[in-house]
């Protein structure tokens, strides 16, 4: 009886020891994972392996060894890179939030070897076919451009060698030329039939001046210069314009005869072409929040163009909209370029077909 009573206790005893050497780990896309906490901090950490017994390894390391401080210091690099980024005043909100996430991605799922001088390019390559398999291509090598970022950086401050992304060939990304924008007739019936001049704003600087989501919403009251006529996209406190150029485009008549009243429609006192310098344009009493916009117009701007019976045209297209009728008006792609803030190559790319006919064919004839 007692020999039975010492098995007994025995087989208890060796149940647990193994329920404790593999609780937590759990299988998650043909990859063995592990969930555990430590020092009050919960952990979800790829055992880099489809094997049972060798992530039940892993995991015992995990679980008593010190391989979590090297991860520690990986994420103290990270920081001193945003850190240094934000110095030199050359990274935007909305660029620091989306590589902080693909960073940070790469750091919970690399955890062998996670030191930045251990890091090698079959671990990146590896990281980059799991993307693919997950994300589309373009987000995967968003991903790609934020660790290349960050590696350069690491290079040039002897963290590491040498940049373990360049090693790393990245599927060839085909853009088609942007073919579908609205008519002038469709653009002024979307800016007439707006329901309200905060609205009507977003649509003039989308279809008239050919402004980005974010720099609509981000838009100060002193870029619009209406005496001169002409849109100064350029740095604030809180935007980088995109590529770091200033940009300037000329104002059409339309849309100074909006701008005039509605920059000033807190003030108008006296003359209608004074306003608050430096101000927001759009809803100035809104103030930055965890979004990656300080506001943002998706929801009623898709309201009213569906209202209309035109739900393909997204923010993006009033944009290509602006440009295709520049160009349809044979203005030179140079100037479109010039004023899209975008290289006179990509620009001829995806607009250079609506061009009228050119009389200079009549030459070769």
């Known amino acids: 009886m007692a020999s039975k009573s010492k098995r007994s206790k025995g087989a208890a005893a060796a149940a647990k020891a193994r329920d404790a050497h593999t609780k937590g780990i759990y299988l998650r896309g043909g990859t063995y994972w592990l969930n555990f906490q430590r020092h009050g901090k919960r952990h979800f950490i790829s055992l880099e392996t489809a094997d049972f017994a060798t992530a039940c390894q892993r995991a015992?390391?995990?679980?008593?060894?010190?391989?979590?401080?090297?991860?520690?210091?990986?994420?103290?690099?990270?920081?001193?890179?945003?850190?240094?980024?934000?110095?030199?005043?050359?990274?935007?909100?909305?660029?620091?939030?989306?590589h902080r996430a693909a960073l940070m991605e790469f750091v919970k799922c690399h955890t062998f070897g996670i030191a930045v001088r251990d890091i090698r390019p079959s671990s990146v390559s590896a990281h980059y076919e799991r993307l693919q398999a997950r994300v589309a291509e373009t987000t995967a090598q968003i991903h790609m451009r934020a660790l290349r970022s960050f590696f350069s950086w690491c290079v040039e401050t002897h963290r590491?060698?040498?940049?373990?992304?360049?090693?790393?060939?990245?599927?060839?990304?085909?853009?088609?030329?942007?073919?579908?924008?609205?008519?002038?007739?469709?653009?002024?019936?979307?800016?007439?039939?707006?329901?309200?001049?905060?609205?009507?704003?977003?649509?003039?600087?989308?279809?008239?001046?050919?402004?980005?989501?974010?720099?609509?919403i981000e838009a100060r009251t002193d870029w619009f210069d209406l005496a001169g006529g002409s849109c100064h996209i350029q740095n604030t406190d809180t935007f980088r314009v995109k590529d770091r150029d200033s940009r300037h485009v000329p104002l059409t008549q339309a849309m100074k005869e909006f701008l005039a009243t509605y920059l000033c429609r807190d003030e108008l006192k006296g003359s209608a072409q004074t306003f608050?310098?430096?101000?927001?344009?759009?809803?100035?009493n809104v103030k930055q929040g965890r979004h990656i916009y300080r506001y943002d117009f998706h929801k009623p701007y898709m309201n009213h163009v569906r209202a209309q019976g035109l739900p393909w045209v997204t923010a993006h297209?009033?944009?290509?909209?602006?440009?295709?009728?520049?160009?349809?008006?044979n203005v030179s792609i140079f100037k479109v370029a010039r004023w899209l803030g975008d290289g006179v190559e990509v620009v001829e790319k995806h607009y250079a077909h609506l061009s009228p006919n050119d009389p200079d064919i009549e030459r070769t004839a």
């Open 60 to 98: 015992h390391r995990l679980r008593y060894g010190p391989e979590l401080a090297a991860k520690q210091g990986m994420e103290a690099d990270i920081e001193a890179f945003f850190s240094a980024k934000k110095r030199l005043n050359v990274c935007s909100r909305q660029t620091e939030r989306v």
């Open 160 to 216: 590491c060698a040498e940049n373990p992304v360049k090693a790393v060939k990245l599927a060839r990304v085909d853009k088609p030329a942007r073919l579908r924008f609205c008519t002038k007739a469709e653009r002024d019936h979307l800016i007439a039939t707006a329901p309200d001049d905060d609205l009507r704003f977003i649509l003039y600087c989308g279809f008239h001046c050919g402004l980005r989501k974010g720099e609509i």
């Open 276 to 284: 608050s310098p430096k101000r927001f344009a759009l809803k100035p």
């Open 317 to 329: 297209v009033m944009r290509h909209t602006f440009a295709s009728i520049a160009v349809q008006s």
